[in-house]
């Protein structure tokens, strides 16, 4: 009988940090299909940016530094979120719009391409990181790059859930640790 992993090609596979040929490291690529899971866990019709936030902190630690001293409140928020604060949101898409199809990016071009269903706001985050990761350099986005394009558009749940955890998302958009956030 052959393992149920067997020629799987997911694209969470892999060592935490290490490149794919999608523009996203290991790590982002793990909070993608974690946002993923969470999105069919909680009965979304969409992969939002509160999905892809709370993934990432639970992937990233680099990202869960950023956040500071309100790490907690934010987790608590999120996970709220996922037991029940965030049903209203299940029947409209995140910034307006209808749920376009997303994730995989395109090499060259920064688009995506797949099956599931992305709110217009975390396929943006998601095209803002991997433009932050060529801004500074690098070939694939990390977490840090993923925290700050959540950041960015107020109108975003992760923004909103930010914003209520006391957190000051301007603060994480230019890329740097809330106050008395400690490293």
Do not use: C, N
């Not at 290490?18 to 909070?31: I, K, N, Q, S």
């Not at 069919?40 to 936030?53: E, K, M, S």
């Not at 987790?75 to 604060?85: D, E, F, P, T």
């Not at 995140?94 to 990016?105: H, N, S």
């Amino acid at each position: 009988m052959e393992p149920r992993t067997a020629g799987r090609t997911a694209p969470d596979e892999g060592g935490a940090g290490a490149p794919d040929d999608t523009g996203l490291d290991a790590t982002l690529a793990a909070v993608v299909a974690g946002a993923r899971r969470r999105a069919v866990r909680d009965g979304d019709r969409q992969i939002d940016t509160a999905h892809l936030l709370h993934s990432l902190l639970d992937a990233d630690p680099e990202a869960r530094s950023a956040i500071g001293p309100q790490l907690i409140r934010l987790l608590g928020y999120l996970v709220q979120r996922s037991i029940g604060y965030g049903l209203g949101w299940q029947r409209v898409a995140e910034g307006g719009g209808t749920p376009g199809a997303v994730p995989r990016p395109v090499r060259g071009d920064g688009t995506f391409e797949g099956p599931e269903r992305w709110s217009p706001l975390a396929a943006e985050a998601m095209r803002e990181a991997r433009r932050r990761a060529t801004r500074r350099g690098g070939h694939h986005a990390g977490g840090l790059d993923l925290l700050a394009a959540l950041a960015t558009d107020p109108r975003s749940r992760a923004v909103e859930v930010l914003e209520h955890a006391g957190i000051p998302a301007g603060v994480l958009a230019a890329g740097k640790a809330p106050r008395g956030a400690g490293g």
